[in-house]
């Protein structure tokens, strides 16, 4: 399991703690004002926003995000989507940084595929390694690769995000032992990005130890988007605490749950 500095039971990202283990994102959704309430039933505290598909400001006209989402309630967590080089995620970034008084917390995501929209690793490394040097805190969005991970924990990046399943897939995780692998061996928060599709999948995150959640497309195309964000929120809580409780071995035969021991006939 990755190594938090402060209270075990609660996520710390580049210093800061944070009560919730479920991050959302904001697309999708028919409106902003389902957008917030959706995000306030998920409990999420941080908020993931596209800079290059999300007004935050650079549109004057435009209804900006920010006025749903105040960043004195929320994380705001720029991201690099639709970015598909390296040149063009630094510059996001710092744009956000910008756009938003100086903020560093980034999801740098580098996409490879349009059909797949796998990450392109060799990118990823390249722009992550160029956005540290530059002060900012990057969560980094990368295949279910331990030996990637471990070089961008490497570089410096604050959290390791790998992929469940292609983005808006909703496959649910379909490498467990590789997201485990690389819980393992972090140090620094791991947290499934990308593929969750329904509570299910999410718990299953949890119960391998990650520390946390990323989803967007599971809520907001859901039939009712609140009540999913209800659902995500109740099954990270349930699948970190069965994490830490420890589950039973499993076994191939059944053991009785009265023992046969001590019977008095």
């Known amino acids: 399991m990755s190594t938090e500095s402060h209270n075990p039971d609660r996520l710390t990202i580049a210093g800061k703690e944070y009560g919730s283990r479920l991050l959302v994102g904001t697309g999708k959704y028919k409106d902003l004002s389902e957008t917030a309430g959706a995000i306030a039933a998920s409990g999420a505290e941080i908020v993931t926003v596209a800079v290059r598909r999300t007004n935050l400001g650079q549109t004057a006209d435009e209804p900006n995000i920010l006025d749903v989402l105040s960043p004195d309630r929320y994380t705001i967590l720029p991201n690099t989507a ?22 560093k917390l980034v999801k740098l995501e580098v996409l490879g595929d349009e059909k797949t929209l796998f990450p392109d690793v ?21 295949n279910d690769d331990p030996v990637v991970a471990r070089e ?11 992929l469940a399943a292609p983005i808006g897939s909703g496959l649910g995780i379909r490498n467990p032992l590789n997201i485990l692998t690389i819980v393992e061996n972090a140090a620094v928060p791991v947290l499934v990005d990308a593929g969750v599709g329904t509570a299910s999948d999410a718990a299953e995150a949890m119960e391998l130890g990650c520390d946390g959640v990323l989803m967007n497309t599971a809520i907001a195309a859901a039939d009712h988007p609140l009540l999913m964000a209800s659902a995500m929120r109740k099954a990270v809580e349930a699948g970190r605490e069965a994490f830490l409780a420890g589950r039973m071995p499993a076994k191939r035969f059944a053991s009785a749950s009265s023992p046969i021991e001590g019977l008095f006939f």
């Open 82 to 103: 639709g970015c598909y080089d390296a040149a063009a995620a630094v510059r996001t970034c710092r744009l956000a940084r910008e756009l938003l008084d100086g903020h």
């Open 122 to 142: 060799m990118a990823t490394l390249e722009a992550a390694e160029e956005l540290v040097e530059d002060g900012f805190d990057v969560m980094v969005y990368t």
């Open 152 to 162: 961008l924990e490497a570089i410096g990046c604050v959290a390791i995000m790998p």
